[in-house]
């Protein structure tokens, strides 16, 4: 209980706001990349960084020393492998991104969504028996899984998506990407199924697509040209579409496992959510405790004394004594940082007489600590007229 109390005493409310803050931050990262494979890498961490703090509070000081330098080549990695999802999250909250969205939004009619496009492209081929694969890029990277293929960078159009998959065209064989609204790169291939359970009638397109679907959580709209048939397949499970609309509401949409939860599952995802917050939450407290709300201590520092508000008519002498001792008590991570030039130690001359005066010491030190005391508290100065 002291201890509790002590760490109380230490709170301030920019403390709170930090922990309320980096809450709300790791709650909508961790709903963000919920069911996909960045999630499971960025708790991974989480874990290695808890087992060295562990350890290095146990005193297993080489463990400790070995799973932060593993925690810091992974650091390097993941923002190797990540880097195109870094930069998609930090386009994300580009405020002049946001701005020119909206500035485009009040002066333009709606188009047509990028769904919508892909949707009627796939049908237009369908109904011409052109074969097509087009990967939608859901929350997983796809870079580990594909090969091949050619950066494009284009707004999606049916018009592109047939010249993409004419027979003539050298990269027809291999399939579209479409990542954050435009089509990335086409002419890619995709890792075939190996399931025995699809059906017999699945050729190689619909064995990538669902090859894909299985180890990632992309949507892929395949073509073929034998059958003149649409289907979308996603989670390996494929399903035939022959109506424009259906096809870009399922495009655009949560699968159907999504779609056919009930109001229980839903009430469950709630209580998930839920628990997700306050786990969080806890978990951001106990580091917050660990980072600055250990026990205090006290340490001291020597400053000099300063002359404030001389009179302009007056002459002061340097202060006896010129420098005092400063104690200061917070936390050792915050004290550890405190150098004697971040500490302000002055006497307030405003309104003085000539003559040998005794004025007590005023001082303000960082945020985080507290000054408890200032030895000597007073210092004699001598004031004559000029």
């Not at 002498?317 to 005092?324: G, K």
């Not at 001359?349 to 005391?373: F, H, K, N």
Request: hydrophobic share 45%.
């Amino acid at each position: 209980m002291p201890a509790l109390e002590s760490v109380a005493q230490q709170i301030r409310w920019q403390d709170i706001v930090d922990v309320l803050v980096l809450t709300f931050v790791l709650f909508r990262l961790t709903v963000w990349l919920r069911g996909t494979f960045a999630l499971q890498v960025l708790a991974g961490m989480l874990v290695l960084a808890a087992s060295a703090f562990a350890a290095d509070q146990l005193g297993l000081l080489l463990t400790a020393y070995l799973l932060r330098a593993l925690g810091a080549v992974a650091t390097l990695v993941v923002v190797v492998v990540f880097r195109n999802e870094i930069r998609r999250a930090l386009s994300q909250v580009n405020p002049l991104r946001l701005w020119r969205s909206r500035r485009a939004d009040s002066t333009a009619h709606a188009p047509a969504t990028t769904s919508e496009i892909l949707a009627h492209g796939a049908l237009e081929l369908a109904r011409r028996r052109i074969g097509a694969l087009v990967v939608v890029r859901r929350g997983d990277p796809l870079d580990e899984h594909l090969t091949g293929g050619v950066g494009l960078d284009a707004t999606p159009s049916v018009e592109l998506l047939e010249s993409i998959f004419h027979p003539s065209s050298p990269i027809h064989d291999g399939a579209a990407v479409v990542e954050g609204g435009r089509i990335s790169r086409a002419g890619c291939f995709l890792p075939l199924s190996t399931s025995l359970s699809l059906p017999d009638g699945f050729g190689s397109r619909h064995r990538a697509a669902a090859g894909l679907t299985e180890v990632c959580d992309a949507t892929v709209l395949v073509v073929s040209e034998e059958r003149g048939r649409v289907s979308l397949v996603r989670g390996g499970v494929a399903r035939v579409h022959d109506d424009v609309a259906a096809l870009a509401a399922e495009l655009a949409g949560p699968g159907d496992a999504e779609r056919a939860r009930t109001s229980g599952s839903r009430l469950r995802a709630r209580l998930f959510d839920a628990g997700t917050l306050i786990g969080i939450f806890l978990l951001v407290v106990g580091a917050w405790y660990a980072v600055v709300g250990e026990p205090s201590t006290v340490v001291t520092h020597t400053v000099s004394v300063e002359l404030r508000n001389v009179p302009q008519d007056l002459q002061v002498d340097p202060p006896r004594p010129d420098r005092v001792a400063v104690h200061l008590r917070g936390p050792s991570t915050r004290l550890d940082g405190v150098r004697g030039t971040d500490i302000e130690v002055w006497v307030d001359l405003s309104g003085a007489t000539a003559g040998r005066r005794r004025r007590q010491i005023e001082a303000s030190g960082p945020p985080g600590v507290e000054i408890t005391e200032i030895v000597p508290p007073v210092v004699t100065v001598r004031i004559r007229p000029r």
